[in-house]
């Protein structure tokens, strides 16, 4: 049987104990940590460097896109008013009185025993509410009589289909002029008569959802 030594035991058992020495391990380990701390810390500059890179383009996109911004904000402001103007002018369109009919069934129903000197008319578009003024000369054998049929002609002729019809004389005084009719010398009186009225507005017909919803229940 052969028998061998070893004599480098010694030398190869110190060689071990060295590389074993926790000494030199915590000092790798130290130098791994620090290597990866170094790459993080370069990596996240790196990210900060993309960042910082992108905003200040951002920023500069900005400043040029800033004042177009504020230009269309002003232009919307112009047009939402312009838009509010043609709307309001639109519905005073929509809403507006029509005179001439009412002025056509004055002349057919004016008596040729009566003149009317004067007229003056307004109307309210939001509550539709109106109001006439009246003035005048009525003549006859009993002329205040004649201005009180007047007045209730206007009212049963001129202002019918009108809501909430008020009338009354402002004012009804006798005059000393006198004019011939039918070869007659009649007595006058001055008057002006005004009149409250509402104009009627009328039912919205429903729309198609108003009935299926009608329907529905």
Known sequence: MALHLNLYHEMQKQAMQRRRDPLK?????LVVVVAILLFYYFYRVE???????????????W???E????????????????????EALVQAIENRFYWAPLLEKIQRTIPANVQITSFRGSMDSVTGKGMLTVSGIAAG??????????????????LEGFNKVDSDFASL?????????????LST??????FQFSVEEPTPSPTPVQKLQKGAR
Not at 52 to 57: E, L, N, R, S, V
Not at 143 to 154: G, M, N, Q
């Open 173 to 185: 005084e006798d005059s000393d002029t006198t004019v011939q009719l039918d070869g007659k010398a």
């Open 63 to 65: 400043k040029m896109t």
């Open 141 to 158: 054998a009993t002329p205040r009589k004649v201005a009180e049929d007047f007045r209730t002609s206007f009212v049963s002729k001129c």
């Open 47 to 61: 990210q900060v460097h993309v960042l910082t890179t992108q905003a200040a383009q951002l920023e500069s996109k």
């Open 189 to 194: 009186v001055l008057f002006s008569l005004q």
């Open 67 to 86: 004042p177009k911004a504020q230009e269309a904000l002003a232009l919307e402001a112009q047009l939402n008013a312009s838009v509010k103007v043609k």
């Open 25 to 29: 391990l915590g000092l790798y380990a």
